[in-house]
């Protein structure tokens, strides 16, 4: 069993930066693809960044490519998302994940272990 926990949420101004930072205890997130996908009121979970073992492998949705930067410590077992100039519409519950494979995903269905979730809130 892995245990994803996701820290580093909060209210944050318009234009401003938040760090969300994903722990793994009990066991490590291995050789595994992991990812930050969020859910914002009345909407459905969307996937947001993916990163594969290999860091240099990433995958961001068009909403965050250029504003957001996923990164990983295999030697920590940490997932950190980087959020730069957020807007309201970037108000949501965010996740962290792990794969059950290592190429980087956008398929929730190919996540296995999931964070109970950070709440980030934009307020313009």
């Known amino acids: 069993q892995v245990q994803l926990v996701e820290s580093g949420g909060g209210l944050v101004q318009a234009g401003g930066s938040l760090r969300l930072s994903c722990a793994a205890s009990?066991?490590?997130?291995?050789?595994?693809?992991l990812g930050w996908f969020r859910r914002a009121p009345g909407k459905e979970r969307e996937f947001v960044a993916g990163?594969?073992?290999?860091?240099?492998?990433?995958a961001y949705a068009d909403s965050v490519r250029g504003r957001f930067t996923i990164s990983r410590d295999n030697a920590k077992n940490t997932l950190t998302l980087q959020m730069e100039s957020l807007t309201p519409e970037d108000t949501a519950v965010y996740s962290c994940a792990r794969s059950r494979g290592v190429g980087v995903t956008t398929f929730q269905g190919d996540y296995d272990y999931w964070g109970q979730g950070t709440q980030v809130t934009v307020s313009s």
């Open positions: 990163i594969a073992f290999i860091s240099r492998h990433t």
């Open positions: 009990g066991r490590s997130f291995g050789s595994y693809a």
